[in-house]
């Protein structure tokens, strides 16, 4: 095996070391972990609580009979625990996220400083609202941020995530059509065939009933299906869009596809999750968007993945505004308030979508991320984004084959045709796990075979761009030659290939003990 000048292989590793055993478990400084239900017991604990002081049991005979069954760890135990759980997982903090249409960016820490400020931190929604007054400001502005930046005249800010956003627009697009008396007839949402999943999903959970639009040869909406589809139309609802697309490229005939939709009589709702690539350079409300939900996650900065909290902000048109659910923060001569019932000022609404008024960390850290930047610097985010990822495409586009002919936005689509047979999209995925990468989309666009999706975000350096372009054309290569040690990949990560498959079908969600007899048999 060949070293480079650094000393690194230039082969990925030798196979001798890829099944390395060893006592302890633990692999270089990867330390071995076991589930916390074997490595606990209930006599353990890491905390020492007063012993309770008798009194009168008001349980009415319904406390629990037996032992809960929850581990005990010591804290050391624990904090090892997590620590070490942590190590095999992949982190926006320890490299760049590949994740296309996830927009994996840096989370500034200056966001996580303001977001620890008492006054933010530290109050509770049911607090009286003269209390919270610069809370509620905050409120304020960043939806006044949200509102100029796209172009909108108003602005939900309580959905707390992307779907849960266009759950809130396509709410508000029956309610208008309810208004309009048009709810019973206008049924059908034109959904392009490249949609994220939550799209669809979104206009059936309304009621709605989804219909399909073929993309184009260039990976946009097919114009002539699209034309096609409102031949008739007394029962459309509405289109749902995304702008730059899942195929990471702007709609060209966006203004047209508005236009055709509203002569109809239907709302143009567009997926928001892709504003990075645009935002401070298009305003959605200057496309004829009707509705449209912000990744405050994706575009300004706040973390995600893992479970973590989303906000999915969604900004309204004239047409839909008066729909808006309750609560919104109003300023009058008394200072800010939040407006929580369905009637006055909010009559119109459609109800309410959260028992509060939405993810007030992520408000403070988003509106953090905007003052930091700038109306100048958010704009340079977004041509950054956009030139980082041509990088890319440029970088790989004679070991790769980008899906689409020309400049990509901000995410880069390649296609598996450049694989050799037998070799797929899932194995280069996972060779990209033993180079210490994790993986891009894959398989998603589904108008594009074997779609491999790379999103890098501006907040990568050149250097971390061509350490990532320099692996991935080693890949490539491996790929096009029909390498097949491939399909073995991943060698190196704590766990091989998963029946992904089983595991979505019959997921085992509940830790069973051994039995004693099974465990002396060992
Ligand atoms: C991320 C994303 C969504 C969903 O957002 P969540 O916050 O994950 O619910 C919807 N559409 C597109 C195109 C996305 O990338």
Known sequence: MGMQSIGRPTSPFPSSVSGAETVSGSKGLLQHEDLIFEIGSPDKTGVDLPKPRGGKNRLGGVERQQQTGLPGLSEPEAVRHYMRLSQRNYAIDLGLFPLGSCTMKHNPRLNEK??????????????????????????????????????????????KAGAHGELCGMLAIRQALVARGDAETRKRVLVPASAHGTNPATAIQCGFVVDEIKADARGRVDMNDLRSKLETTEDVAGIMLTNPNTCGLFETDIKTIADLIHDAGGYFYCDGANFNAIVGRVRPGDLGVDAMHINLHKTFSTPHGGGGPGSGPTVLSDALAPYAPVPFVVKDDDGFRLVEETDGAADQAFGRMVAFHGQMGMFVRALTYM????????????????????????????????????????????????????????DIAKAMLDEGYHPMTMYFPLVVHGAMLIEPTETESKQELDRFCDTMTVIAERAAQGDQSLKGAPYLAPKKRLDETQAARKPVLKWTAPSPEAVAAE
């Open 114 to 159: 303001a977001a620890r400020m008492p006054g933010f931190a530290d109050i509770h929604p049911l607090q009286p609202q003269r209390t919270v007054q610069g809370a509620l400001e905050l409120i304020d502005e960043l939806a006044t941020w949200l509102k100029t930046l796209t172009g909108m005249p108003a602005v939900a800010m309580s959905p």
């Open 371 to 426: 003052l930091s930047h700038g109306a100048d610097g958010l704009k340079q985010v977004a041509e950054d984004a956009v030139l980082n990822a041509n990088y890319i495409q440029a970088r790989l586009k004679s070991v790769m084959k980008p899906a689409f002919e020309g400049y990509c936005m901000h995410e880069a689509l390649f296609s598996d045709a450049f694989t050799a047979d037998g070799i797929e999209t899932i």
